[in-house]
């Protein structure tokens, strides 16, 4: 009824495979966006934007990035905590180094750097597979984390082994420290996540993704088809660890403004592990489903007591959203393990037919 | 020419200018490489018998520990303690068969993989819910287990041996032996690697794989409840010990996911090899080399043997 695209009828190549095809997709998107810059910004909050939509933002990215190798290529990894990691120390070492240039600039310059580690870590990817690859990309989580804490030039030897964000400005506006705004933040996250999504859906949709579609279905029938393998699976950890690095310059320098080495423990990767799982393996949509269910879950988990009006102590509700969490976690994966973006899609489906069911 | 010194010469110098500590590093490594052995142990049996890479056994270790000293504390004899503990694994396997496996059989490894990691957290939570997060005290006397060290005066100097960490290598010993005579001799045993060996024709022969699934979950559950207390023994009982635990990952893909044999052996190579790199070239870049040496120890491996030490040969088909 609502959505039917009956009728749209497409007159040439280029039309018939745009991204969104369809004229209600593209007015969906058209209506997401309008909400998302100006009517979260009229109605949201200092806490709505700050620590609800800033670290999705940001969450969501480092998803798409992770969804790059495990959902479009078949890669399992756990060490995306460590890419984002590698992400933020290297902008930081940029912006302390040269302090002049823009900071956008060097937000996505600590992306590349994030890449090139990634590259690097990605190389045993030919030869392991499955698991095996899995358990060894958690060396680059470990030995990057106690990079993190050990090589004091990369904190510049601060005495707390954090680093810290200096105010940065664009335009005049300051965008990262202390005085920035989290508004003016909110839309610096929102352009670069947007810009990269854009980017994302390009590449997956193009002959790239395609290639990495096949070496995930089966690697050697994808060889023997002409796909060079090596390259396909390094550019994967490359484009993922781009996103990761990125993600997590943003996430110190736009979200939390200072970090330790244990921010990008290995939990932050299972966690970003769970949103892609969650939202749907191979699905960009779906890293923004995971990424916002798995961070909003335990904001709700934690904060719906005290709305009823029950009183339970701060350990307790820890304990709840541990307990919570890892129910919901096993409840999605029974009920649709094909993660959120097939209901998204089975919902399309039934607004195609509707009203009748078939 | 110094740098290459110090990494190819000098810390062998130092092995033969003192020989007792080199035995006492190895003797470390020994155990704690015992110990990632066992845990690597309980992953292996479940992936042999469901292909499930269980990211849980790590947490069922630490959670049948705390039960364990949860019951002692509340004022319950050890050894019955011990049974209670051994009846809430059971309990665990049978939940876990019918509430996460059950549903989810012939999904995508990748799916059951990330059910174990909702299972973590739910084990987590519920750990800290019922026994609190403070670490706690493993009743070592209570059950029986001696304590103290035995101090050997050999190769002119001093090696101390705990006696908790000879008892921990004796019972791992006598709980492989005893999981082979298992698997070898008995009717259950040989049902499991009937299973192991190929599911549908396990199924075809009127063997139930959701029985199956459930012993291997419990026999699982003891191992990590023999390793929770051996952990707990030597350092206190808590969720930290749970970063330990995936230290026997390294083991595992160094000896293989399938083979038992290999969870052994890379336990004990990984154990050793990074407590003699951690004290003699860990002081080269500043120490704390612990936390990712396994890894690459196993990477090494890898590249040279992707199926681990004793894996099962891949064969690739289109």
Not at chain 1, 161 to 187: D, M, N, S
Not at chain 1, 289 to 302: E, K, T
Not at chain 2, 11 to 35: H, K, N, R, Y
Request: aromatic content about 12%; overall charge positive; some cysteine.
């Amino acid at each position: 009824m609502f959505y039917r695209e009956v009728g749209q009828f497409k007159t040439s190549y280029a039309a018939d495979q745009a991204i969104f095809p369809i004229r209600q997709d593209r007015i969906g998107l058209a209506l997401i966006l309008a909400v998302a810059f100006i009517g979260i910004p009229l109605v949201g909050g200092e806490f709505m934007i700050a620590s609800v939509m800033i670290p999705f933002l940001i969450l969501a990215l480092a998803a798409i990035g992770l969804n790059i190798l495990i959902g479009y290529t078949g890669l399992i990894s756990l060490g995306t905590g460590a890419f984002m990691g590698v992400g933020a120390y290297a902008c930081y070492k940029l912006t302390t180094l040269f302090p002049g240039v823009n900071i956008i600039v060097w937000i996505v310059a600590s992306g590349l750097v994030s890449c090139a580690v990634g590259v690097v870590f990605g190389l045993p990817s030919l030869r392991i597979k499955g698991f095996y690859l899995a358990i060894a990309t958690l060396a680059a989580q470990f030995f990057l984390q106690w990079c993190f804490v050990r090589v004091g030039w990369l904190y510049n030897y601060n005495p707390s082994g954090a680093i810290e964000v200096p105010v940065h400005t664009l335009f005049g506006i300051p965008i990262t420290g202390a005085t920035a705004k989290p508004l003016t933040r909110y839309f610096v996250v929102l352009g670069i996540v947007v810009v990269m999504t854009w980017f994302a859906s390009n590449l997956v949709h193009g002959r790239i993704g395609r290639n990495w579609m096949a070496v995930r279905d089966m690697d050697i029938a994808a060889q023997l088809m002409g796909i060079r393998l090596l390259p396909a699976k390094l550019l994967a950890f490359a484009v993922s660890s781009f996103y990761a690095g990125v993600a997590g310059a943003m996430m110190v320098f736009l979200w939390l403004g200072a970090a330790e080495p244990e921010a990008f423990n290995i939990n932050e990767s299972f966690v970003l592990l769970f949103m892609v799982i969650i939202g749907g393996l191979g699905s960009l949509i779906g890293s923004f489903f995971g990424a916002a269910l798995i961070h909003i879950l335990p904001i709700i988990v934690r904060t719906a007591p005290n709305a009823l009006g029950l009183k339970i102590g701060s350990a307790t509700a820890e304990h709840l959203t541990f307990l919570i969490t890892g129910a919901l976690i096993i409840f999605f994966l029974i009920v649709e393990p094909h993660g959120l973006a097939r209901l998204w899609q089975i919902a399309k489906q039934k607004l195609r037919v509707w009203p009748f069911p078939y | 020419m110094n740098l290459l010194y110090q990494i190819f010469v000098d810390p062998f110098v130092q092995m033969g200018a003192s020989p007792d500590l080199l035995v006492q590093t190895l003797w470390e490594g020994l155990v704690g490489g015992v110990l990632y052995s066992l845990i690597a142990l309980g992953f292996v049996l479940i992936f042999k018998a469901s292909g499930v890479f269980n990211f849980a056994q790590g947490i069922m270790m630490v959670f049948a520990a705390l039960t364990l000293v949860g019951f002692y504390e509340k004022g319950v004899p050890a050894p019955l303690a011990l049974l209670l503990a051994i009846g809430v694994m059971y309990l665990l396997a049978l939940g876990v068969e019918r509430i996460v496996l059950r549903p989810l059989v012939n999904q995508p490894d990748i799916m059951l993989f990330m059910a174990t990691f909702g299972l973590t957290y739910i084990l987590i939570g519920a750990g800290e819910l019922v026994f609190g997060g403070d670490p706690k005290e493993m009743p070592v006397a209570a059950l029986g287990l001696p304590k103290g060290a035995i101090d050997l005066k050999i190769l002119g100097g001093l090696v101390s041996l705990q006696k908790i960490d000879i008892a921990a290598a004796v019972i791992a010993s006598a709980m492989v032996a005893g999981l082979a005579l298992f698997f070898q001799k008995t009717r259950i045993g040989r049902a499991l690697r009937a299973v192991a060996d190929d599911h549908q024709a396990a199924l075809s022969v009127g063997i139930s794989l959701n029985q199956i699934w459930v012993i291997v979950w419990f026999t699982a559950g003891i191992v990590a409840l023999a390793t929770g207390i051996m952990w707990g023994a030597r350092s206190d009982v808590s969720f930290a010990l749970q970063v330990i635990s995936l230290k026997a990952l390294p083991v595992l893909i160094l000896g293989g996911f399938t083979s038992v044999p290999g969870a052994i052996i890379g336990g004990l190579i990984i154990g050793i090899g990074e407590k003699l790199g951690e004290f003699y070239w860990g002081p080269l870049v500043g120490g704390g080399i612990e936390s990712w040496l396994a890894y690459v120890i196993a990477l090494a491996f890898l590249l040279f043997k992707p199926e681990g030490l004793f894996g099962e040969k891949i064969i690739e088909r289109i």
